[in-house]
């Protein structure tokens, strides 16, 4: 993670600006006792990147600066929930929830794959929000319908922002891209590293797959909440095994 806003990028003039007293030789310098690697903590490396001092840039003229580190502290804030719902013995809810980390991990290796495209890609991302806006405006108008006073401050507030009502567009992915999840998983990036496409197939099936099995609730996510032949029902409070549901 990074090395997506890393001092090479910095010197590039695509990125973020980085205080030069966080940089060493040309790449970070982590605190000392903390290394990047496995077993380093979400807090750990929370301060890791803080202690980069990150200063982001105007966002009318460097727009990744501001969507680039909001999905980085959204993903913290995600790994965060996760970790909290495991400590509550609801694992399979954390599984689940993980797939939206996979989501900023993937939006991010979009934005950053090419740096000439960078801008662009990230001014689509952030204009999908005008596709959301049409798609209530068309529901706010039906559900409003035959009242007039609501009516006509929803018209006026769609003329002020320039918004059409049409529920079409917030059906598109915001990249334009169709299969964009399979695409950006599978595809070569700058900062892949080692890693063949067989690699990346896997990573998109545990990492990917998997869990949207545990989002759309399908049935090996509601497996550890199975009941039994002839035994009372009751209210499983946990996907945890071997805990009994909540007592009457």
């Given at each position: 993670?990074?090395?997506?806003?890393?001092?090479?990028?910095?010197?590039?003039?695509?990125?973020?600006?980085?205080?030069?007293?966080?940089?060493?030789?040309?790449?970070?310098?982590?605190?000392?006792?903390?290394?990047?690697?496995?077993?380093?903590?979400?807090?750990?490396?929370?301060?890791?990147?803080?202690?980069?001092?990150?200063?982001?840039?105007?966002?009318?003229?460097?727009?990744?600066?501001?969507?680039?580190?909001?999905?980085?502290?959204?993903?913290?804030?995600?790994?965060?929930?996760?970790?909290?719902?495991l400590?509550?013995?609801?694992?399979?809810?954390?599984?689940?929830?993980?797939?939206?980390?996979?989501?900023?991990?993937?939006?991010?290796?979009?934005?950053?794959?090419?740096?000439?495209?960078?801008?662009?890609?990230?001014?689509?991302?952030?204009?999908?929000?005008?596709?959301?806006?049409?798609?209530?405006?068309?529901?706010?108008?039906?559900?409003?319908?035959?009242?007039?006073?609501?009516?006509?401050?929803?018209?006026?507030?769609?003329?002020?922002?320039?918004?059409?009502?049409?529920?079409?567009?917030?059906?598109?992915?915001?990249?334009?891209?169709?299969?964009?999840?399979?695409?950006?998983?599978?595809?070569?990036h700058?900062?892949?590293?080692?890693?063949?496409?067989?690699?990346?197939?896997?990573?998109?099936?545990?990492?990917?797959?998997?869990?949207?099995?545990?989002?759309?609730?399908?049935?090996?996510?509601i497996?550890?909440?199975?009941?039994?032949?002839?035994?009372?029902?009751?209210?499983?409070?946990?996907?945890?095994?071997g805990?009994?549901?909540v007592?009457?």
């Amino acid at each position: 993670m990074h090395r997506i806003v890393g001092a090479d990028w910095h010197r590039s003039g695509t990125a973020v600006s980085v205080h030069h007293r966080a940089a060493s030789a040309g790449r970070f310098a982590c605190p000392k006792g903390i290394r990047i690697g496995s077993g380093v903590s979400e807090v750990q490396l929370a301060f890791v990147i803080n202690a980069m001092g990150i200063l982001p840039r105007d966002p009318y003229k460097f727009p990744f600066d501001i969507i680039g580190l909001a999905a980085v502290s959204k993903a913290f804030a995600l790994a965060k929930a996760c970790i909290n719902l495991l400590r509550s013995d609801l694992p399979d809810e954390a599984f689940g929830l993980s797939r939206s980390i996979v989501e900023c991990a993937n939006n991010l290796r979009y934005m950053t794959e090419k740096r000439d495209a960078q801008d662009q890609r990230v001014r689509d991302y952030v204009n999908q929000y005008k596709a959301d806006k049409a798609f209530w405006a068309h529901y706010c108008l039906e559900l409003f319908a035959g009242r007039p006073e609501e009516e006509k401050d929803i018209r006026e507030y769609m003329e002020q922002e320039g918004i059409t009502p049409d529920t079409k567009p917030a059906s598109n992915h915001w990249s334009g891209e169709r299969g964009f999840i399979w695409k950006t998983m599978t595809k070569e990036h700058p900062l892949d590293g080692p890693v063949t496409e067989k690699h990346k197939k896997i990573s998109h099936a545990a990492d990917y797959f998997q869990t949207s099995t545990f989002v759309h609730c399908s049935l090996p996510a509601i497996d550890n909440h199975a009941v039994e032949e002839g035994r009372p029902f009751k209210v499983s409070t946990t996907s945890g095994r071997g805990v009994s549901p909540v007592a009457p």
